[in-house]
T-cell receptor
Framework: GAGVSQSPSNKVTEKGKDVELRCDPI?????LYWYRQSLGQGLEFLIY????????KSGLPSDRFSAERTGGSVSTLTIQRTQQEDSAVYLC?????????FGQGTRLTVV | QKEVEQDPGPLSVPEGAIVSLNCTYS??????FMWYRQYSRKGPELLMY????GNKEDGRFTAQVDKSSKYISLFIRDSQPSDSATYLC????????????FGRGTSLIVHP
């Protein structure tokens, strides 16, 4: 596609449930990032994938968060046993170099 | 101290004004500097990208980097109501992974 695509655009889930967020990067981009943006806050780095290298998971806030990237393309961010503090916009970006291009985000609300 | 500091604003200006948005940073390893614009309930959109020190101009937008002061700026000339958005600065290191580190963003309001 022309840009980074994320789905769903909105997700409401009950506390304690697991959720999966999907990201389709720009075709050919080797790097993929996940960020989290809470209300009125900047972007908090979560995880980074580059080609076939081991991902940089240094930003994941707890072991309830995990992500995978299949075939060097599509990525899924999974949050297990969701908590209310997980409510935020989850942004995915991809790049070939320093400039990252973002999707529209998934707005997650945990009730 | 955060690696990248940015005043969250809001910054309110009249239409036609020159806007100056700024970030400071602490890590001298940062070499690539970017500005993103984010409209409400949208993803960040890359506006400009510069490498190392100097100026870069694109239409009404000018990005400026002063590495000696660890200070970057984005100037918007002839500001328009459609420029009302949150502006985020971001920067990355040279070599290895290019994981951008972001400022909090500055909310800009341009009123007619």
């Amino acid at each position: 596609g022309a840009g980074v695509s994320q789905s769903p655009s909105n997700k409401v889930t009950e506390k304690g449930k697991d959720v999966e967020l999907r990201c389709d990067p720009i075709s050919g981009h080797t790097a993929l990032y996940w960020y989290r943006q809470s209300l009125g806050q900047g972007l908090e780095f979560l995880i980074y994938f580059q080609g076939n290298s081991a991902p940089d998971k240094s930003g994941l806030p707890s072991d309830r968060f995990s992500a995978e990237r299949t075939g060097g393309s599509v990525s899924t961010l999974t949050i297990q046993r969701t908590q209310q503090e997980d409510s935020a916009v989850y942004l995915c970006a991809s790049s070939l170099g320093p400039e990252a291009f973002f999707g529209q985000g998934t707005r997650l609300t945990v009730v | 101290q955060k690696e990248v500091e940015q005043d969250p604003g809001p910054l309110s200006v009249p239409e036609g004004a020159i806007v100056s948005l700024n970030c400071t940073y602490s890590n001298s390893a940062f070499q690539y500097f970017m500005w993103y614009r984010q409209y409400s309930r949208k993803g960040p959109e890359l506006l400009m990208y510069t490498y190392s020190s100097g100026n870069k101009e694109d239409g009404r937008f000018t990005a400026q980097v002063d590495k000696s002061s660890k200070y970057i700026s984005l100037f918007i000339r002839d500001s328009q109501p459609s420029d009302s958005a949150t502006y985020l600065c971001a920067m990355t290191r040279v070599g290895g992974s290019y994981i951008p580190t972001f400022g909090r963003g500055t909310s800009l309001i341009v009123h007619p």
